[in-house]
């Protein structure tokens, strides 16, 4: 049996020393940086099946590293948690909005860190065992099994979040996603309440499947409750 590979980026070592104690003692397959540069060349080497972020790195912050994965094709839909000592709103929805699918704050409870992991890889490993691979909305269309939008011939590029709210979306074509449903599915639990991440993912996701100026319009508000596609 193949264990599950973890790679830590983290420059404190204690953290990562405790981190690869814990986790390998679950039986995690862990590999670490102490650097966020040699963190993404040793990320597109090892291919991980997760990645654990530090947001605070030296030479180029976890927010950039972050980035950089998720605009690198081999790697842009390999989970991440974001691991960091900044605690304010505004940081989480960054963080978030940049395609971190957790955040948990030092210093962090390994029972918590360890359920947080087992629930992110059970969302990916249900998302890619769904039988219905080919999913419509007009000349819209989701291909999950090659993780492709397009709408007629165009090719539309998704953060892993975007694909995934529209995914969730046309899924349950016709009915009512309410913000705190899709902040729970997708995010995977409930995120203090906090659905202005929900609104700001789906501004983005309307830009880039309507078009600034088009009459076509997939994803129908409904106010005081959510969002539907019909």
Known sequence: ??????????DEMHIVELLKFNLETENYEVDYSYD?????????????????LDWMLPNISGIE????????????????IMLTAKNMENDKVEGLEVGADDYITKPFSIKELLARITSVLRRYNLNS?????ILHSGNLK??????????????????LKEFELLRLLLQNKGKVLSRNYLLDKIWGYEYYGE???????????????????????????IRGVGYKID
């Not at 966020?36 to 654990?52: S, V």
């Not at 590293?65 to 991440?80: A, H």
């Open 36 to 52: 966020g540069f040699d963190g993404f060349i040793k990320a597109k080497e090892i291919k991980p099946d997760l990645i654990l």
């Open 142 to 159: 989701v291909d999950l099994s090659k993780h492709e939008v397009t709408k007629g011939s165009e090719k539309i590029e998704l953060t």
């Open 195 to 221: 659905t202005r991440t929900v609104d700001v993912h789906i501004r983005y996701l309307r830009k880039k499947i309507e078009g600034e100026n088009s009459t076509v319009k997939y994803i129908e508000t």
């Open 1 to 10: 049996m193949i264990n599950t590979k973890v790679l830590v980026i983290d």
């Open 129 to 133: 065992t769904n039988e219905e691979n």
């Open 65 to 80: 590293v972050l980035k950089k994965i998720r605009s690198d094709k081999s790697l842009k839909n390999t989970p991440v």
